[in-house]
């Protein structure tokens, strides 16, 4: 069982920046592909980006590439998302998420933190 506990959330104006962070424990972290959701008011989770199990390969949703970077650090078992030039739209509780090599979907999640962007 692999516990996800997000830090980082609060409240910034637009243009601002934030970082999210995401530590792990119960698990061998280093294998696990990591993920950032996030879920505004009455829409559906949504993907914003990922990062392979050795962080080398990330992807991001167009919304955020060139805004967002997830890295993680395997020796702290922790996976960061900076947040730049934020915009109300990015407003939305943000969890991290985790998936075994064998998964194919994310079956760990974290509790959430929420990003909230004023204009």
């Known amino acids: 069982q692999v516990l996800l506990v997000e830090s980082g959330g609060g409240l910034v104006q637009a243009g601002g920046s934030l970082i999210l962070s995401c530590a792990a424990s119960g698990g061998t972290f280093s294998i696990y592909r990591m993920a950032w959701f996030r879920q505004a008011p009455g829409k559906e989770r949504y993907l914003v980006t990922t990062i392979s199990p050795g962080g080398g390969s990330t992807s991001y949703a167009d919304s955020v590439k060139g805004r967002f970077t997830f890295s993680r650090d395997n020796a702290k078992n922790t996976v960061y998302l900076q947040m730049n030039s934020l915009k109300p739209e990015d407003t939305a509780v943000y969890y991290c998420?985790?998936?075994?090599?064998?998964?194919?979907?994310?079956?760990?999640w974290g509790q959430g933190t929420q990003v909230t962007v004023s204009s």
């Open positions: 998420a985790a998936k075994s090599p064998t998964s194919s979907a994310y079956h760990y």
